[in-house]
């Protein structure tokens, strides 16, 4: 079978894949491997959970789902309402619980949901412990009763203390700044453009009046036209967007150009390396972040230390080996020093403190990397376990020859698809088209099904 969780959490269409039944069943295995609550018999206390969702209407279902399975399992739970990932990850921290649990699927159209489980400190949780989760499924439980059952409190009032989190980390008021924050009709609707007043901004907010269907529906981080518009047409200093569940953020300046997560990298770790702040002088990026980044970087002093796709691989890393600034180009940005994992309203408030201390336009501090263009060629219906081919990397190594220095190339199986992604950056657009169309063809010919 396959597994059941993927990058993200379990994710599916609430209602088809993601049914009531599951949810509940996720909350039980995960009562038992998180919170363990047969461990803490001796202590005389119940293991604790918090549990957030984004505006969803499956959210609802989902939640109350959730919620049982956890109250049965004889853990209390902490019902959050409506707040960004991070704020659960966050919140899951700051009061001490075993466990957290986020109820959404990101980016993903309103039909969507997904379950994503935090461990104790507000983590994401390994493969490992996710698969013992998937393993316990279905297992034959012993249900407390009577004074064992858990309690279930409503505990929307802490939002405030995220909101208040956030504020603490940032260096600059940003009074005088016009900023135009897209919510993406989803969890951050109410906490983003709080926060963004009480650190001084003028705000305009779009995208901020979630009705269940809405989420990502024309806004936030994936559809960046209607705020670059309302930014340019406002005469705002800048525009950040959310995705549906907050944890990434895209950012425009005041001409409309969108800065993506690896301009907002290069501002934040060349600001923080200026301070001193920067550990070990190193950000970490995905091996998707563009070439100029590294370039960037270099010139600046800054060390690059590459991972595989995916922020739950840059937290890793970072947490390995010391590291306090890294994400991805889509937006995931993480900053340890304050959070435990990509905060888009994190993000924007400490790109918003830069731009305020510093007194210089979005603009003209994105313009420390120059991007260097980027072909994305994804071939379809081919064996992707015949990516690492001897043809197919001879290929690879004669592009990468007469690229040099000024461009790279990626190939790379999709982790869901029969696809090999063929990615190829160069100089000039004309030459990264050539170079991926080249290569596409011979991915095609040793690799075809």
Not at 88 to 101: F, I, K, P
Not at 279 to 301: C, I, Q
Not at 306 to 318: H, I, K, N, Q
Not at 434 to 440: I, Q, S
Request: charged share 20%; glycine share 10%.
């Amino acid at each position: 079978m396959a597994r059941l969780f993927g990058t993200d959490g379990v994710r599916g269409v609430a209602g088809r894949d993601l049914t009531a039944e599951l949810a509940m069943d996720l909350s039980v295995a995960a009562a038992h491997v998180l919170g363990d609550a047969g461990a803490f018999a001796a202590t005389g206390r119940r293991p604790v959970a918090v549990v957030g969702r984004d505006p969803r209407a499956s959210g609802e279902f989902l939640e109350a789902a959730v919620v049982a399975g956890l109250a049965a399992s004889g853990v209390d739970v902490l019902r959050l309402g409506v707040l960004p990932t991070p704020a659960v990850a966050h919140l899951t921290a700051a009061l001490g619980a075993d466990l957290g649990v986020m109820l959404s699927a990101s980016h993903n159209p309103a039909p969507d949901n997904g379950i994503k489980f935090l461990a104790r400190g507000g983590f994401k949780l390994s493969d490992a412990v996710e698969d013992e989760i998937e393993r316990r499924l279905g297992e034959e439980w012993s249900f407390p009763v009577g004074s064992g059952v858990g309690r279930v409190r409503d505990a929307y009032g802490e939002a405030d203390r995220y909101i208040s989190h956030v504020l603490t980390t940032m260096n600059a008021r940003l009074d005088g700044l016009h900023v135009v924050v897209d919510c993406a009709h989803g969890a951050a609707h109410m906490v983003a453009p709080e926060a963004l007043v009480r650190a001084g901004a003028r705000v305009e907010a779009i995208g901020a009046r979630p009705d269940g269907l809405n989420i990502n529906d024309g806004h936030g981080s994936t559809h960046l036209d209607k705020l670059r518009q309302v930014v340019v047409s406002r005469a705002a200093d800048v525009g950040v967007a959310y995705d549906g569940d907050a944890d990434r953020c895209l950012a425009v300046d005041h001409t409309g150009a969108v800065v993506d997560g690896d301009h907002i990298m290069a501002v934040l770790a060349t600001a923080l390396h200026s301070e001193g702040l920067l550990a070990k002088d190193t950000v970490v990026a995905t091996v998707m972040s563009n070439l100029g980044f590294k370039l960037a970087m270099r010139e600046a002093g800054i060390s690059v230390v590459e991972t595989a796709v995916g922020d739950r691989y840059v937290l890793e890393r970072m947490k390995a080996d010391g590291y306090n600034l890294g994400g991805e180009q889509s937006g995931h940005v993480i900053m340890l020093d304050h959070a435990t994992t990509g905060d888009g309203l994190l993000t924007s408030l400490q790109l918003l403190s830069v731009m305020a201390k510093s007194g210089v336009p979005l603009k003209e501090l994105a313009s420390v990397m120059t991007p260097l263009p980027q072909v994305l060629i994804n071939v379809k219906d081919v064996d992707k376990d015949r990516a690492s081919a001897p043809e197919l990397a001879a290929a690879v190594a004669e592009a990468e020859a007469e690229l040099g220095e000024t461009g790279r190339v990626l190939i790379r199986p999709s982790g869901t698809e029969p696809m090999i992604r063929v990615m190829v950056e160069a100089a000039s657009e004309e030459h990264a088209t050539m170079v991926a169309a080249r290569l596409a063809d011979v991915v095609r010919k040793v690799c075809g099904v």
